[in-house]
């Protein structure tokens, strides 16, 4: 089976301007979470939605939005980006609601804002 | 903000070695994972421990959690090459939902 899918590989975006990344899960997966990653850190929690609703919300402001499709596909959309905002952004998916177990991350997108 | 904090930050041995990272969080967890990334790619689960375990095995892994203490440990055994990555404690909490946080990571390097 495919493993979780994310486009574009790459992206360079101008400050202002706005993105929008795109993840397909693990065929089954309800459940797609959404991090950010800046260079030399931990990833950051964005995101979790399962079955469409939103189940979590991180620490980030509200030029960050996602949603998920009836597919269970998702996108996160970020809104006046900064240079702060360049970063890897990774997706993860997961057969269950509960964000407390394994989930099965894909490659990331790699966003610079200049 | 960051729940967990690993440490050392860096640790570089020999192949054959034995490797152990550690990590502390803040608040009552579920479960606690440990995961690993290669050069900024996606992460890998490796192992998950639930807060009523105090230890587990899997392969050449060993995880030992100490909830009074709020604090994990990982012992990688007889160190190989490809072992060299970063490697990251998760554990959930609740920030607006359900969130999983992750530490700043332990970054390994196992030279032959």
């Known amino acids: 089976d495919a493993g979780v899918t994310q486009s574009p590989t790459h992206l360079i975006k101008t400050r202002g301007q706005q993105v929008t990344l795109r993840c397909s899960p693990i065929?089954?997966?309800?459940?797609v979470s959404w991090y950010q990653q800046v260079l030399g850190q931990g990833p950051q929690f964005i995101f979790q939605?399962?079955?469409?609703?939103?189940?979590g919300r991180g620490n980030f402001p509200d030029r960050f939005s996602a949603r998920q499709f009836p597919n269970y596909s998702s996108e996160l959309n970020v809104n006046a980006l900064l240079l702060g905002d360049s970063a890897l952004y990774l997706c993860?998916?997961?057969?269950?609601?509960?964000?407390?177990?394994?989930?099965?991350f894909g490659p990331g997108t790699r966003l610079t804002v200049t | 903000s960051q729940q967990g904090e690993e440490d050392p930050q860096a640790l570089s041995i020999q192949e054959g070695e034995n490797a152990t990272m550690n990590c502390s969080y803040k608040t009552s967890i579920n479960n606690l994972q440990w995961y690993r990334q290669n050069s900024g790619r996606g992460l890998v689960h490796l192992i998950l421990i639930r807060s009523n375990e105090r230890e587990k095995h899997s392969g050449r892994l060993r995880v030992t959690l100490d909830t009074s203490k709020k604090s994990s440990s990982l012992l990688i055994t007889a160190s190989r090459a490809a072992d060299t990555a970063s490697y990251f404690c998760?554990?959930?909490?609740?920030?607006?939902?359900?969130?999983?946080?992750f530490g700043k990571g332990t970054t390994l390097s196992v030279s032959s």
């Open positions: 993860a998916s997961s057969p269950l609601a509960a964000i407390s177990y394994e989930q099965y």
């Open positions: 065929s089954g997966h309800k459940s």
């Open positions: 998760a554990t959930d909490a609740y920030q607006a939902g359900t969130a999983l946080i």
């Open positions: 939605y399962y079955e469409k609703e939103e189940r």
